[in-house]
């Protein structure tokens, strides 16, 4: 499965994490399931909530934008970069679900 410049796979995400660079992680679920399960560091940021919050995602580096699956992630960076103009966003391709398969088999799924 090809990636677009848009998404950053799993693996990828992880290797960056692991090498120290400065992402800001922004999980787009609702409270819920960031509740249940999100990434060590990411700030939830509900899509729900996105366009009241923009203020808290920077504009300056890179930020990882997760979901469950994809979808809302991709939705979200659509709507910054569409609307307010970001150029710094990637989304987690396949979610917190694919990290879960991918990267760490110990995260819960739901």
Not at 65 to 85: D, T
């Amino acid at each position: 499965m090809q990636s677009t410049p848009l998404e950053i796979s799993p693996a990828d995400l992880n290797r960056r994490l692991q090498a120290g660079d400065d992402l800001q992680l922004v999980d787009v679920r609702e409270d819920m399931e960031f509740e249940y399960c999100h990434l060590p560091n990411s700030q939830l940021v509900p899509l729900s909530e996105l366009t009241r919050r923009t203020a808290e995602i920077r504009s300056e580096g890179p930020v990882v934008l997760i979901c469950h699956h994809g979808v809302r992630s991709m939705q979200a960076l659509a709507y910054l970069q569409q609307r307010l103009g970001y150029q710094n966003l990637l989304s987690l391709r396949g979610g917190v679900d694919a990290w879960a398969e991918q990267v760490d088999p110990t995260f819960p799924t739901y």
